[in-house]
């Protein structure tokens, strides 16, 4: 592809530096050899089979994905090993992750007997297995099993099912979003970490086969430093970081490697610019799992700007009087939370030294099934 300016793509757009990215994706790789783990980036941040390809080239073990359609992506593009983070539940889901399990290693969560049965009816009757981990919940309260009893009467109950085999557990300590510093964060995969490798521990005692041991987000994954037992991690936004991030300590905005391109389409008032880059473009997010933490809706850089307000099209900033920002203007902004911005556009375009070098398609954008 011939290299043009960026001051010639058409806005809003997605820009993604690839030179940040690359940096990213080799120092969390570094981490996880360092520490003797495996890494499996969960791709729900990034949707794009090229980048996760470059994952698993640089040494990760396979990816993590929400949804079967996105594991389906990934797979029709050479990804050989996937671990679906979710609970699969439905007829049309099943018989697609059926005909999934047949072309590639593909691994599921559970965290209930019902859903442990459907899936073991699904799979025996298709004469095929597949590979279960259970989620257990560290502190999150969203999805998971409570460490304790709950979780040794569940694999009591579960590991009879045909179709269906145990390879370990996982976890997401989601719950370091909350936080204000990176000593709270360091707390939260502490007791992510401990309370994993305990139930790992228990299950090893009543011989249980377990032979994954999963932790991790970007947040936890910026202040851990090993732990025994835990022998995977799974963090997701660490490729592109965003505001969020920033806010948590977690990145600096130099490393975060996904920029929104917006232009200025008025100016009102001295105190006040109108972009071209609204609810549609930026989402509507100010923290991780509800909390806020990010001021604004994402990051201007290098002007004195904030976002106070969007509508569907339209981005309301407040402007510094000192700020000179015309109509047509260009600006870049960090998104707050990269993961749902990215599944709002088809395409981004990766930049180098200022310089359109290529066009990703985000192939995995919208599915969400």
């Known amino acids: 592809m011939e290299s043009i300016p960026i001051n010639e793509i058409d806005t809003p757009a997605l820009l993604i530096d690839l030179e940040r990215v690359e940096k990213n994706l080799q120092q969390m790789q570094q981490k996880a050899d360092q520490y003797g783990v495996r890494l499996r980036p969960h791709i729900k941040t990034h949707k794009i089979p090229e980048l996760a390809l470059r994952q698993v080239q640089l040494g990760a073990c396979?990816?993590?994905?929400?949804?079967?359609?996105?594991?389906?992506?990934?797979?029709?593009?050479?990804?050989?090993?996937?671990?679906?983070?979710?609970?699969?539940?439905?007829?049309?889901?099943?018989?697609?992750?059926?005909?999934?399990?047949?072309?590639?290693?593909?691994?599921?969560?559970?965290?209930?007997?019902?859903?442990?049965r459907r899936l073991s009816e699904t799979f025996s009757a298709a004469g095929a297995t597949i590979d279960y981990l259970i989620e257990v919940n560290s502190g999150l309260n969203r999805c998971g099993v409570l460490p304790g009893r709950e979780i040794i009467a569940l694999i009591k109950a579960v590991q009879p099912l045909p179709g269906i085999k145990f390879r370990g557990i996982f976890t997401h300590a989601g719950q370091a979003y909350g936080k204000t510093s990176l000593a709270e964060v360091k707390q939260v995969s502490q007791f992510e970490s401990r309370t994993m490798h305990e139930i790992a521990e228990d299950l090893q005692a009543l011989r249980f086969n377990v032979q994954t041991v999963s932790v991790g987000s970007t947040p936890t994954m910026k202040v851990w430093e090993g732990w025994p037992g835990i022998n995977e991690i799974r963090p997701g936004t660490y490729i592109f970081n965003d505001a969020i991030q920033v806010a948590l300590q977690v990145a600096q905005p130099e490393a975060c490697a996904l920029t929104v391109l917006a232009t200025v389409v008025s100016r009102p008032d001295s105190g006040r610019a109108v972009i071209d880059a609204g609810s549609k473009v930026l989402a509507l997010d100010k923290g991780g799992h509800g909390v806020e933490t990010a001021k604004g809706f994402g990051m201007v850089l290098g002007r004195q700007a904030v976002i106070d307000r969007l509508s569907e099209e339209h981005g309301i900033m407040t402007v510094d009087p000192g700020e000179h920002l015309a109509v047509g203007d260009c600006i870049r902004i960090i998104p707050n939370h990269v993961c749902p911005v990215v599944n709002l556009f088809d395409k981004a375009y990766g930049i180098r030294n200022g310089a359109l070098e290529t066009v990703f398609s985000i192939a995995a954008r919208g599915m969400t099934q």
Do not use: H
Request: avoid cysteine.
């Open 62 to 116: 396979g990816i993590t994905a929400s949804k079967v359609s996105e594991a389906e992506v990934m797979a029709r593009a050479g990804i050989g090993d996937i671990f679906i983070a979710n609970q699969i539940v439905g007829f049309q889901k099943l018989k697609r992750l059926v005909e999934l399990s047949r072309k590639t290693n593909v691994a599921v969560g559970l965290d209930g007997i019902a859903g442990a």
